[in-house]
């Protein structure tokens, strides 16, 4: 079974919608390219009480998580010292990433001042994500994995992380899905047929999208489908069509 894939993006500018969100559809992108698909989305502001409970909880269970924002050392920043307080450990300063910070400071003139080498203080026990763009790491621990908030450098770090280590993921459940434009049927009449069908066949989601029209109410259509692993898919399609029909539903587009 494929670990699921979670991906927790932070900040404050984003909830208030200062600045949009681009983590979620790049990202998405990046894991379906290796087979690989998101099995959930969080946001949160800059809270470190909040922060630290989602972090707590996410920890406990077995999912690798991609974290995006708030590693830095400027007060709003609270990631570290959340993911530190949820596992219990202490924060201190890799040293790789020590000498990181202390060459790319020289890099750009200036001295590597206590506060920027906060950016290298890491919960005990934590590895370093390498950042192509300036060389500040982000850090794993636990399938966890915290990069920085800027598009241009979490989404190299990202990938370098799929492709080191978990790689063994890669298109390791081949997935399809089947859909089909339903009319003259409502969605509680077709719901007892939806249920039916994921109990026959296990790993199999059934799925159901009105498609309103405001401007004509009595257009009324539903996309009705099923999605999951390959084998089982043409199957249970077959069975949620003859289903469909016999309920009286006429099928204007199965998808063939």
Known sequence: MTSSLGLLIIGDEILSGKRQDKHFARVREIVAARGLKLARVTYLGDDRTRLTAFLRDSFAGDGILFSCGGIGATPDDHTRQ??????GVPLLLHPEAEALITGRSLEVGLPATPGRLQMGEFPQGSALIPNPVNHIPGFSIRRHHFVPGFPEMAWPMIEWVLDTHYRDL???????????????QAEATLTPLMLEIEREYPGIKVFSLPILNLQQPDDYKIELGVKGAATSVEAAFGCLRDGTVALGGHIEDDGR
């Not at 959340?82 to 596992?87: K, R």
């Not at 459940?173 to 003259?184: D, K, L, N, T, Y």
């Open 82 to 87: 959340a993911a530190a307080a949820a596992l």
């Open 170 to 184: 890669f298109h390791s459940q081949v997935e399809a899905e089947r859909a089909m434009i339903v009319r003259g």
